[in-house]
């Protein structure tokens, strides 16, 4: 089954004015459509791929076909990303994380304000286009970390819990070189919710 372009479950303007609707609207509908596209491409050349999750994918990169595991990381890496990434956002959310995530974000990192510098100096110190994130491992021990291009956590061993898009193409139109401004504004319209359902999760 070739895998299908999440819909948005809010409108393109909702996250104003901290991410402008074009962004978007182009951000989904062509970058995330595009890394959509290529990635069933890549599978179509191979059927025996054709059950696997995007999971099993990410997670099994070295025994993906060596013709088309560059391509499975870039756009698979893509298509997974941007699909967590639109439920890390929503506009009025729950403005910080409760109960046990709260808790391990305290003993983790002294505070939410110290999870939140050490993030955003993730994000920012990424050179080129990139993501930073907050992961679990599987023993539910949190860190914060980035990743070039669209490399993804969970082929690591860890599983992505809240994460940043730094690609220029996430904030250009609205935020051009200022990045630090993205980054800063992005704090108010992530949705603790579902970081926190993501963590009780694993
Ligand atoms: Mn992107």
């Known amino acids: 089954m070739p895998f299908e372009l999440p819909e948005l479950k809010y409108e393109y303007n909702a996250l104003e004015p901290v991410i402008d609707a074009k962004t978007m609207e182009i951000h989904h509908d062509k970058h995330h ?22 999971e099993k994918l990410l997670k099994n990169l070295a025994d993906i076909p060596e013709d088309i595991r560059t391509s499975v990381k870039n756009n698979g890496g893509g298509y997974y990303n941007h699909a ?89 139109l609205n935020y051009q070189n200022r990045r630090a401004d993205y980054v800063k504004a992005w704090w108010s319209i992530v949705n603790w919710d579902v970081v926190a359902d993501y963590y009780k999760a694993i």
């Open 84 to 172: 967590l990434f639109w439920e890390f956002m929503i506009p009025g959310g729950a403005k910080k994380p409760s109960g046990e995530l709260l808790k391990m974000i305290d003993e983790s990192f002294g505070s939410m304000e110290e999870l939140k510098d050490l993030f955003s100096k993730e994000a920012l110190g990424r050179f080129g286009s990139g993501w930073a994130w907050l992961v679990s491992d599987a023993n539910k021990d949190l860190e914060v970390l980035s990743t070039p291009n669209q490399d993804s956590p969970i082929s690591m061993g860890l599983t992505p819990i809240l994460g940043i898009d730094v690609w220029e193409h996430a904030y250009y």
């Open 33 to 54: 459509a595009g890394y959509t596209n290529n990635l069933n491409t890549a599978l179509e050349k191979h059927a025996e791929l054709e059950s696997y999750s995007i």
